[in-house]
């Protein structure tokens, strides 16, 4: 029988995912407590607690180097920690002038990489911190959706990759499965899905980004995810996972059974 083996929340859009036992789907299809930060350039099109494309931001797929980071966010204090090799690099709440010390501590740190969007960029500077800290904004589409990918196809990608110890963190979904055929999910694309007593409208494969070849513990680009997942497959576009809506949402925890209705 299929059914959930891993769940996670990303509070912070780009960095550090949280394994969690439980997750609130809200009604629409987002994760409670998912991406409701971003660190957003100054030049962003948009009002800050408006949604807009992740290129407008610091993220994995313009600074691999995020993932050598380790970000705490305590939902209940509404308190960020950010650390690089057990050195605290800033510690604050969402408060303005906490909000400031992350900024800081982040825009020191990218700049000082060799990957990075904002070293000849200054009308992307300052940064500045969005969102409550509560309201999940900051997903890939406007509209806001629930990942999920099985471990059968991870193992899949992690032949065609040559990597046996492929992270699914390279993906960042919220939903892990497994007891399915691999790539079985994208046959569920335009149908019905329940997973426990939370029922889902599978809307999309998920299309990959360069973020995928980013090794989600040194930061390096060490796999060529986008090209092989093309090539090895036969696909159109890189694609690993899907996204999915709900209407109701509820709660879904690790164990539950997954079933295509």
Same mark, same amino acid.
């Given at each position: 029988?299929?059914?959930?083996?891993?769940?996670?929340?990303?509070?912070?859009?780009?960095?550090?995912?949280?394994?969690?036992?439980?997750?609130t789907v809200l009604p629409g299809g987002r994760v409670a407590g998912?991406?409701?930060?971003?660190?957003?350039?100054?030049?962003?099109?948009?009002?800050?607690?408006?949604?807009?494309?992740?290129?407008?931001?610091?993220?994995?797929?313009?600074?691999?180097?995020?993932?050598?980071?380790?970000?705490?966010?305590?939902?209940?204090?509404?308190?960020?920690?950010?650390?690089?090799?057990?050195?605290?690099?800033?510690?604050?709440?969402?408060?303005?002038?906490?909000?400031?010390?992350?900024?800081?501590?982040?825009?020191?740190?990218?700049?000082?990489?060799?990957?990075?969007?904002?070293?000849?960029?200054?009308?992307?500077?300052?940064?500045?911190?969005?969102?409550?800290?509560?309201?999940?904004?900051?997903?890939?589409?406007?509209?806001?959706?629930?990942?999920?990918?099985?471990?059968?196809s991870l193992a899949s990608a992690a032949i065609a990759l040559n990597?046996a110890n492929l992270d699914e963190g390279r993906f960042r979904h919220?939903?892990?499965?497994?007891?399915?055929?691999?790539? =079985?999910?994208?046959?569920?694309?335009?149908?019905?899905?329940?997973?426990?007593?939370?029922?889902? =409208?599978?809307?999309?494969?998920?299309?990959?980004?360069?973020?995928?070849?980013?090794?989600?513990?040194?930061?390096?680009?060490?796999?060529?995810?986008?090209?092989?997942?093309?090539?090895?497959?036969?696909?159109?576009?890189?694609?690993?996972?899907?996204?999915?809506?709900?209407?109701?949402?509820?709660?879904?925890?690790?164990?539950?059974?997954?079933?295509?209705?």
């Open positions: 029988m299929a059914k959930v083996v891993a769940l996670y929340r990303y509070p912070v859009k780009g960095f550090t995912p949280q394994s969690v036992a439980r997750i998912d991406r409701v930060l971003n660190f957003r350039f100054a030049d962003a099109p948009v009002a800050d607690e408006q949604w807009c494309r992740k290129y407008h931001g610091v993220v994995l797929v313009n600074t691999p180097g995020l993932a050598r980071l380790q970000v705490e966010f305590d939902d209940r204090l509404q308190q960020i920690k950010i650390s690089f090799k057990k050195q605290i690099l800033a510690d604050a709440d969402l408060s303005e002038a906490g909000r400031q010390r992350l900024v800081d501590a982040i825009t020191g740190y990218v700049l000082s990489l060799d990957e990075n969007p904002l070293t000849g960029q200054p009308a992307r500077l300052p940064l500045k911190l969005v969102g409550d800290g509560a309201t999940p904004s900051y997903q890939d589409n406007a509209r806001g959706m629930v990942t999920l990918h099985s471990r059968e990597d919220n939903i892990v499965i497994e007891g399915v055929p691999a790539w =079985e999910e994208q046959s569920w694309v335009g149908r019905k899905l329940r997973i426990g007593q939370v029922e889902f =409208e599978v809307a999309k494969p998920e299309v990959r980004c360069l973020a995928t070849h980013a090794n989600p513990h040194t930061g390096e680009r060490d796999l060529q995810v986008m090209q092989t997942l093309v090539k090895a497959f036969a696909q159109k576009e890189p694609t690993f996972g899907v996204g999915m809506l709900s209407d109701t949402g509820g709660e879904i925890q690790v164990g539950d059974a997954v079933t295509p209705l």
